[in-house]
Every structure is written in structure tokens, then in C-alpha cells.
């Protein structure tokens, strides 16, 4: 009896290691507080969210992307994949047509009822903080079978980070700074991932925690607020000086206005991998700035 018993215990336990290994799975949370199971880590991916598709590929999962969004452009192997349209005009034929295993978009995107109608599998991450950054890494690496890989490039992003703040010098310490990510004008807050990383500069945010993390500003509180820097987009640096009474603002008036190209705006703009690059970036122009300050230059 003690043998068929232990048999049987054997056996069972067999079966059990067998559909372990069969069937390895990968459940999570996303953003939306909805449970997603994936039967194995998935060989077919699209994203709709450059951020999403950095972190995918940064942790080792390009060759798995099928199609992202279409204004995904890094790595550069990414350029040559299928475009599936934006947050709000995503093609869903084209989606659908790509078989995809998960569909990576962020928490704002329309069009996730849609897809999961389609039997479609979606995760929806939208990381706006350096906290969700930390998370959305370990959510990515999750779904791509790794242990320990969004950990790994979450301590990777900090040291980077440090590094950038170690070279801003003591002068540049404090200076206040404007950034704005949309002439209308919006700004980064001290809330966003973006304030953040200017606090983490040593920099002061005209924008309070209290504005919100990107908020549309009265043109005529920036003039107010009186920034010693101004950071913004190199498309729309030129008529800086021509906004009404903006003449007055130290930044404006002492050519302390960084101006970001195109490729650097991308960086600056998409909280994932490159975030320790961003903070170089912004800490060139904080050290640029202090160097010159009361001469004046625009970079």
C-alpha cells in the first residue's frame, strides 16, 4: 500500500513539474487595476507609447516587437517596423492584422476596450513619475520573462542621474527655472518626471507640486514668476523674446534660454531608459548657464 501511495505521490508530482514548465505564465496588475494573464512570456509585441517601446527593447525585447506607435523612432531598428497610429488614432485592423501576443499602450489610450473585444491581450503602463518609471521597468521586464531586469535598469537610471547632478556646480545650485513642453504654454511641473529630475539638479521649478505635473500656464505667470532659465523646444525658442512682457524675464533678458533640438526634446520628453541622458542634458544647460551668467548666451 505504502508503495502504490508513494507512486501515486510521485506521479502526481511529475504532472505538476510538467504543466509548470508547459505553461510558465505571467500574470500582473496594470495601470488600470486590471489582472492580465499571459499563458507564456510573449514573442509578439506592440507598443503604443515610445516610452513603452524603449524600456521593451532596453531590456532586451526588440526582436519581439512586431509594430509600435508612430512616433516610436529609438533604437533605430524601431524606424522600420509597422506604424499603428497614435494615442487617439490607432489602427486597430492593422493591430489585429499583426497577431499580436500583448498590446503595450498607455493608461489614456482609447482604444483598450476595442482591442480586448478583439480577444486581444492589453496592458495598459504609463509611467509619469520617476516612482512609475521604477514600476513600469519591473511591470516590462515582467512580461518579458526576466527576474531581474527592470531592477537592474531602474539602479542603472539612477546612477545615471547622480552623475548628471555631481557635474552642476555649486553657482548653478538654486537657479529658477522654466520648462516648457508646449508653447500654449504648457510646463513640466515639480510633480512631473521631468521636475523631478530638476530638483534631483539642485534647479528651483517655477511650477509648484500644487499646478499639477504638466499644466497650461497664464502666460503672464511666467513673467511673473521672473526665471533666471529658461528651457524649451528649439522650434519655439525664437519668439521667446517677442511674447508680451516676456522682454522683462532674466532668462529672456540675460540669454540664459536653452533651446533643445528635436532629437533632444525626444529624450527629455519620454520618462524610460533614457532619462539618465535627459538629466545630462538639462545639466549642460544649468552649468552653461551659471558659467555665463551676467554675460549671457544663447545655446
Known amino acids: ?12 508530482m511529475a504532472a505538476a513539474m510538467q504543466v509548470s514548465h508547459a505553461a510558465p505564465g505571467v500574470t500582473l496588475v496594470d495601470d488600470r487595476g486590471v489582472t492580465v494573464r499571459l499563458e507564456s512570456p510573449p514573442t509578439r509585441i506592440i507598443t503604443l507609447l515610445p516610452s513603452l517601446t524603449e524600456t521593451v527593447c532596453e531590456l532586451g525585447g526588440c526582436a519581439r516587437l512586431v509594430g509600435t506607435d508612430r512616433y516610436s523612432n529609438h533604437p533605430a531598428s524601431v524606424r522600420n517596423l509597422p506604424k499603428t497610429g497614435g494615442l487617439d488614432d490607432a489602427n486597430i485592423e492593422l493591430i489585429a492584422s499583426l497577431k499580436p501576443d500583448v498590446v503595450l499602450l498607455a493608461l489614456s489610450s482609447r482604444v483598450s476596450e476595442r482591442l480586448e473585444s478583439l480577444g486581444l491581450k492589453v496592458v495598459a503602463l504609463e509611467p509619469r513619475t520617476y516612482k512609475d518609471v521604477q514600476r513600469v521597468a519591473g511591470k516590462v521586464a515582467q512580461i518579458l520573462g526576466s527576474a531581474d531586469g527592470g531592477l537592474r535598469l531602474w539602479q542603472r537610471l539612477e546612477a545615471q ?46 511650477v509648484p507640486t500644487s499646478l499639477g505635473p504638466f499644466p497650461k500656464l497664464n502666460p503672464e505667470y511666467v513673467v511673473r514668476a521672473d526665471p533666471q532659465v529658461i528651457m524649451i523646444s528649439q522650434r519655439h525658442s525664437a519668439g521667446v523674446g517677442a511674447r508680451p512682457g516676456w522682454e522683462r524675464i532674466r532668462a529672456v533678458r540675460d540669454k540664459h534660454v536653452c533651446a533643445f533640438t528635436l532629437e533632444q526634446g525626444d529624450v527629455l520628453s519620454r520618462p524610460g531608459p533614457r532619462m539618465g541622458e535627459a538629466a545630462q542634458i538639462m545639466a549642460n544647460c544649468l552649468r552653461a548657464s551659471a558659467v555665463t551668467m551676467g554675460a549671457g548666451a544663447v545655446r
Open 1 to 12: 500500500m505504502k508503495t502504490i501511495r508513494w507512486g501515486m505521490l510521485c506521479a502526481l
Open 161 to 206: 542621474v547622480d552623475a548628471a547632478a555631481k557635474t552642476v556646480p555649486v553657482n548653478a545650485r538654486g537657479l529658477s527655472v522654466y520648462y516648457e513642453v508646449d508653447s500654449a504654454p504648457y510646463a513640466a511641473g515639480e510633480s512631473s518626471f521631468i521636475g523631478e529630475t530638476l530638483t534631483r539638479l539642485g534647479a528651483k521649478n517655477i
